[in-house]
């Protein structure tokens, strides 16, 4: 299975809503595009939201998903929102063995 473990720096003060934003409408719209999200956390500082999200067996998986999911009409019309909570990420593609 092919995943990626992503680390987002999140602006200070904004984790609380970003934590809502995440639950309330981007799971949904990952769901849509058949990616699973496996996990999240929050580190102990509440500075850093650590997920990770799962596409399938190929790397063709993660593009053919990832184009639904940042191809979606809501997607397109809060992507500037929804990065505006973000200082910085980081995104590791990763593989089970």
């Known amino acids: ?4 473990l ?20 981007l799971i949904p719209l990952l769901i849509e ?3 699973k999200v496996e996990s999240s956390w929050v580190n102990e500082e509440k500075s850093q939201f650590i997920w990770i999200r799962s596409y399938g ?13 940042y191809g979606s009409d809501w997607w397109i019309k809060n992507v500037d929102m929804v990065r505006s909570h973000l200082a ?10």
């Open 6 to 25: 992503r680390i987002y720096t999140v602006n200070k003060g904004m984790m609380d809503e970003w934590v809502k934003l995440f639950n309330e409408k």
């Open 1 to 4: 299975m092919y995943a990626h």
């Open 88 to 97: 910085h990420r980081e995104i590791l593609t990763i593989e089970s063995n």
């Open 33 to 35: 595009a058949d990616i």
């Open 57 to 69: 067996n190929s790397l063709d998986d993660i593009e053919k998903k990832e184009e639904k999911f």
